[in-house]
C-alpha cells in the first residue's frame, strides 16, 4: 500500500493573515429560519415557490432550514409560516464565526488551534506537522487531485509492528461548507498519535488497525467557501458542456459509483442543484480518486471501518442511502455499534445523535460514499457521521463549539474502535461477500 498512495506533499508557507475575501458574497442581513413540516414538506415548498431562497439540510418529516434574504424576508413573514430564526444576521454570524479568538504557535501541542477556524494553508501546515510529530508510524498520502489541482493531502499510521492491518478509513470537508469536519478529524488525528504509546487503549488501535485520514476531500470547494461563498457546498467543477448551464459544481457524496441512478429522490440532474449527481458516476477528479483508494484498501488489507464525516443534524447513519425500504443484513450490529457510540458522546456534554439506516432516518442519497465503501469496497462497517448542531446555527457554527464538538467525538471514536472487532461478530465480518457490480439484496 505505501508505493501505491505514497504522494509527496509540498510543504508551504501557513498564512498568518484573516482569511481573504476576493468578491465575497455578503450575507449581510440575510436571516436563517427552521420551518417545521410535520409530514407536509409538499405543502410547505409550495407555498415557498414564490421565493428565492437557499435551503439547508432538511429533515424531511420535521422541517427544513433555508437562508432568505432582506429582500425576501417580507414575503417569507408574510407566508405564515410555523418558523423560528437560527441567525438574526448570517452576515455577522459569519463575520464572528471567522474572527480569530488566539494566536495558533504553530506546535501540534498547542491546543489553541481547536479554538478558531482556519485557513486552508494553515491546515496543510497542520496536517504535515501531525506526521513529521510521528515520523516513524506515520507517513503523508494523497488520493490525487482535486479539479483546479489541489492535493487531496492525507496521513497514514500505524502501530508498532508496521504498515498492513485492515484500515479505518476516515475523511471529512466532502462540501465544501462544513468547516467542524476537518477540525473534527484533524483532532482525532492528534489523539491518536499524542496517546500512542503513552495510552493503553489508544495504543492498541494503531497496533491492530492502520489509519487513512484525508480532512479535504473537496479542496477547491472549501477554499471557495472561505474567500468567496460561505455557504458554498460541491466541488468547483465547470458546467457539463451538454445543456445551458451556468452552474458550477458536482455534489461529491452523489458521484460514487453504486447505485448512482437508482432512486431519483437520491440526487438531483439539474447542475444548479446542490445534489447535482454530474453527468455519469465517478465523473468527478475527487471522488476518482477516493475510488482507487478505498480498491486499494479493500484489495490489499481490507477495510474495517469508514466514516465520513458531515454537519449538520447529529446523526449516526449507516447503509443504506439510496433505498429506504432495503435493508442491510447486519443493520442490527451496525445500530447496536451506533447506539453505544451515541452513548459516549451524550456523555461529554449532552448532546444526543439519533441513529439508524441513513435513508429511512433522514433522507435517500444515491452514489454516496457509505453505498460504495460498504457494497463495493466491503467494509465490516460504514457510517456517516453528522456533527453538531441540531437547528441553533446549523452549518456556521460559532468557534466555541468547536472545542466540544471534537472532544465528543474523540470519546465517540474510542468507543467504536474499541467495540470493532469484540462485541457483534460471529467470526466473519459483516461485509463478507464481494461486490461483483450487482446491488447487495441484504
Known sequence: MKSLLLIPLFLSLASCAAFPKPNRISYSGHKVFRIKTQHQLNSVLKKLSSLSFDQWNHDITRHIDIAISPDQLAKFEALGLDAHCMH??????????????????????????????????????????L??????????????????????????????????????????????????????????????????GNDNVTTSFLDKYDFYILPFVNPDGFVHSQTTERLWRKNRQPPPPSGNSSCFGRDINRNWPYEWNSNPLGASTDPCSQTYKGEEPSDTPENQG????????????????????HSYGQYILSPWGYNCTLYADDLGQHTKLAAVTGDAIRETEGKTFTFGPSCSTLYATTGSSVDYIYGAGKADWAYTIELRDVGDFGFVLPPEQIRPSVEEQWLGQRVMLSLLDEVFFDGEGPAASAWDGEVRND
Not at 91 to 119: C, F, L, M
Not at 179 to 186: K, Y
Not at 296 to 305: A, C, F, H, T, V
Open 290 to 309: 477516493l475510488v482507487k483508494l478505498v480498491n486499494e484498501l479493500r484489495d490489499s488489507s481490507g477495510i474495517k471501518l469508514f466514516i465520513d464525516w
Open 131 to 196: 506526521q513529521a510529530s510521528f515520523p516513524d508510524n506515520s507517513e503523508t498520502i494523497s488520493s490525487g487531485t482535486s479539479y483546479e489541482g489541489r492535493d487531496i493531502f492525507g496521513i497514514h499510521l500505524w502501530g508498532a509492528e508496521g504498515p498492513g492491518k485492515p484500515a479505518v478509513l476516515w475523511h471529512g470537508t466532502v462540501h465544501a461548507r462544513e468547516w467542524i469536519t476537518a477540525m473534527v478529524v484533524e483532532y482525532l488525528t492528534l489523539q491518536l498519535i499524542q496517546g500512542y
Open 88 to 129: 438574526e444576521d448570517l452576515g455577522a454570524s459569519i463575520a464572528a464565526e471567522s474572527r480569530r479568538t488566539s494566536v495558533w504557535k504553530r506546535q501540534v501541542n498547542d491546543s489553541s488551534w481547536y479554538n478558531t477556524y482556519h485557513p486552508y494553508e494553515d491546515h496543510k501546515q497542520y496536517f504535515n506537522d
